[in-house]
C-alpha cells in the first residue's frame, strides 16, 4: 500500500513564476491537508479539502494561494507569482476520515531564487 | 501564537541510554496529542499519540506521559538506539477536528 505521495520533490521558481506542487493521497484516503514548515519552524496548517471541496483554508495567504483536489487525480497546491518568502517545505498529508491520523508525504522543497 | 512549544532544540544522547523530549502546551481545548518523528529530506513519520483521558501510552521502546494539569507531555525512548536520530514533533489537536499544531521540534541525536 503506497504512502502519500508528492511531487516534485524539489522545485526551483523565480521570482514571479507559478509552482505547482501536487500530492497523491494514500489509497482509500479522501482528506487532504496542506501543510508548510518555514526554515527553523514547525509545521503550519495551510488548508483541508475532500474531493472537489476546500473544506477550511483559513491557514492560506489571502492572495497567491489556491489549492484543489478534483474528482480525478492529485491535489494541487498552486502559488503564483512566487516570492523569495515562499521557499519552504510543503508537506501534503491524507487520512480516511477528518479525525483520524494524518500520514505524510516526503514533501516538497521549494526554492524561490 | 506560541501555543506549543518544544523548549529543547537539540537533545543527545548516549546508545542504550534513556531519551526524554518535552512538549509544552498552552491550549485547554487540546485533547489528543501526537508525536511525529523526521528524518531529514523526508515527511513527518507518525510516531506514537495520547488521548486525554490517559496519562500514559506505551508502544514498544517508546512511551508517552501526559500531564493535564501542567500541560505538559513528554516522550520517552528507551533504549535509544541511532536510528532514532531525527527531529521529533509533538502535535497537539483537539479530537473531532483535523488542525495539528506543530511544536518547532526537538533534534535528537543517540549517540554509538
Known amino acids: 500500500n503506497a504512502g502519500v505521495m508528492q511531487n516534485p520533490r524539489h522545485l526551483v521558481r523565480r521570482r514571479g513564476q507559478e509552482a505547482r506542487l501536487r500530492c497523491s493521497p494514500m489509497?482509500?484516503?479522501?482528506?487532504v491537508y496542506w501543510y508548510r514548515q518555514l526554515p527553523e519552524e514547525g509545521l503550519k496548517f495551510m488548508v483541508y479539502?475532500?474531493?472537489?471541496?476546500?473544506?477550511?483554508e483559513s491557514g492560506m495567504p489571502k492572495e497567491r494561494f489556491s489549492a484543489e483536489f478534483p474528482k480525478e487525480g492529485p491535489s494541487i497546491l498552486r502559488i503564483q507569482q512566487v516570492v523569495r518568502g515562499d521557499s519552504a517545505a510543503y508537506f501534503c498529508?491524507?487520512?480516511?476520515?477528518?479525525?483520524?491520523?494524518?500520514?505524510f508525504g516526503p514533501g516538497t522543497r521549494l526554492l524561490v531564487l | 501564537d506560541q501555543q506549543v512549544k518544544q523548549n529543547s532544540p537539540s537533545l543527545s544522547v548516549q546508545e542504550g541510554r534513556i531519551s526524554i523530549l518535552n512538549c509544552d502546551y498552552t491550549?485547554?481545548?487540546?485533547?489528543?496529542f501526537l508525536w511525529y518523528k523526521k528524518y531529514p529530506a523526508e515527511g513527518p513519520t507518525f510516531l506514537i499519540s495520547?488521548?486525554?483521558?490517559?496519562d500514559k501510552n506505551e508502544d514498544g521502546r517508546f512511551t508517552v506521559f501526559l500531564n493535564k494539569s501542567a500541560k505538559h507531555l513528554s516522550l520517552h525512548i528507551v533504549p535509544s538506539q541511532p536510528g532514532d536520530s531525527a527531529v521529533y514533533f509533538c502535535?497537539?489537536?483537539?479530537?473531532?477536528?483535523?488542525?495539528?499544531?506543530f511544536g518547532t521540534g526537538t533534534r535528537l541525536k543517540v549517540l554509538a
Open positions: 502535535a497537539p489537536t483537539t479530537s473531532g477536528t483535523y488542525k495539528y499544531i
Open positions: 491550549n485547554s481545548m487540546f485533547d489528543y
Open positions: 479539502l475532500q474531493k472537489e471541496n476546500i473544506i477550511d
Open positions: 498529508a491524507s487520512s480516511p476520515t477528518s479525525y483520524e491520523t494524518q500520514y
Open positions: 489509497k482509500g484516503h479522501s482528506h
Open positions: 495520547i488521548s486525554s483521558i490517559k
